[in-house]
T-cell receptor
């Protein structure tokens, strides 16, 4: 079974600075998908970014980018120019290929942004 | 606007009572999911359904039941057998292809009276 580990329960960043959130996973599969979700205080889950394992290029969405290291099974999220609205819980998630596959989530990390 | 609607937002259960959480989507998604979220934990999968009239147990299905009679609807019943039901419940849906992200509702907070 796949597992997703987010070892840092909390992080803090100064507004306008850059922060990196770590995520590692364990799998024996060669192809899969990885996601980062954001959960603000409203508790709605919002997709931030996704990465296909077969793509070597790291995904980027505006201020959000990932550092995907397939051999190391690492999938970190970098937030540039942090904004107050970035304060939230962030969850890393793994999904196998196949229509019947499930999402496996890490325990999440709480990010606070200092003004 | 397309989306997922969960109701109610807050729900209270008495001891020995079954309660049902509603989840409706108008995204034309085939797959639907129920998750439980506890403080300090990630989301844990309760049940999921890939197609109408079919569903599978997730990682923590004991004490819960579901039905999928319509594509748009996937209600979750928290039975009296679930001894620790206080949690935040999230419903999600997605297209079946595994590269498609799951879209989430706003959640239901269930508490014990």
């Amino acid at each position: 079974a796949q597992t997703v580990t987010q070892s840092q329960p909390e992080m803090s960043v100064q507004e306008a600075e850059t922060v990196t959130l770590s995520c590692t996973y364990d799998t024996s599969e060669s192809d899969y998908y990885l996601f980062w979700y954001k959960q603000p205080p409203s508790r709605q889950m919002i997709l931030v970014i996704r990465q296909e394992a077969y793509k070597q290029q790291n995904a980027t969405e505006n201020r959000f980018s990932v550092n995907f290291q397939k051999a190391a099974k690492s999938f970190s999220l970098k937030i540039s120019d942090s904004q107050l609205g970035d304060a939230a819980m962030y969850f890393c998630a793994y999904r196998s290929l196949g229509a019947n596959s499930k999402l496996t989530f890490g325990k999440g990390i709480t990010l606070s942004v200092r003004p | 606007d397309g989306g997922i609607t969960q109701s109610p937002k807050y729900l209270f259960r008495k001891e020995g009572q079954n309660v049902t959480l509603s989840c409706e989507q108008n995204l034309n998604h085939d797959a639907m999911y129920w998750y439980r979220q506890d403080p300090g934990q990630g989301l844990r999968l309760i049940y999921y359904s890939q197609i109408v009239n079919d569903f599978q147990k997730g990682d923590i299905a004991e004490g819960y039941s579901v039905s999928r009679e319509k594509k748009e609807s996937f209600p979750l019943t928290v039975t009296s057998a679930q001894k620790n039901p206080t949690a935040f419940y999230l419903c999600a849906s997605s297209m079946q292809a595994s590269n498609q992200p799951q879209h989430f509702g706003d959640g239901t907070r269930l508490s014990i009276l």
